[in-house]
């Protein structure tokens, strides 16, 4: 079992800052790849960034590249997201998502995550 337990978000100007933080327990953290993803009512869920378990990897969705950064620090457990210049559009649900797969790889589809933090909302006004 795994549990990630997510952290930051809120509100924000158009043009601004947020971070999000997602805390994992439970297994080896250092061998997951970790992603987050976003969702809006009535549409699926969307990918935004992916970094591979030693951090030296990642990817990004087209939408939030340039703008946004993923990053980890395996010795507290922990995944970042840092959402800079920050537009109406990107308000949605955040979720961050752990890859718990032996062979892991840098995945945009969300059916290939397996355990799911509890979800926090970002709000962009423009």
């Known amino acids: 079992q795994v549990q990630l337990v997510q952290s930051g978000g809120g509100s924000a100007q158009a043009g601004g800052s947020l971070r999000l933080s997602c805390a994992a327990a439970g297994r080896t953290f250092t061998r997951f790849y970790m992603g987050w993803f976003r969702q809006v009512p009535g549409k699926d869920r969307e990918f935004v960034a992916v970094i591979s378990s030693g951090g030296s990897r990642t990817m990004y969705a087209d939408s939030v590249k340039d703008r946004f950064t993923i990053s980890r620090d395996n010795a507290k457990s922990t995944v970042y997201l840092q959402m800079n210049s920050l537009k109406p559009e990107d308000t949605a649900i955040y979720y961050c998502?752990?890859?718990?797969?032996?062979?892991?790889?840098?995945?945009?589809?969300?059916?290939?995550?397996?355990?799911w933090g509890q979800g926090t909302q970002v709000t962009v006004s423009s």
């Open positions: 998502a752990a890859d718990t797969r032996i062979a892991g790889s840098l995945q945009s589809d969300h059916h290939e995550y397996d355990y």
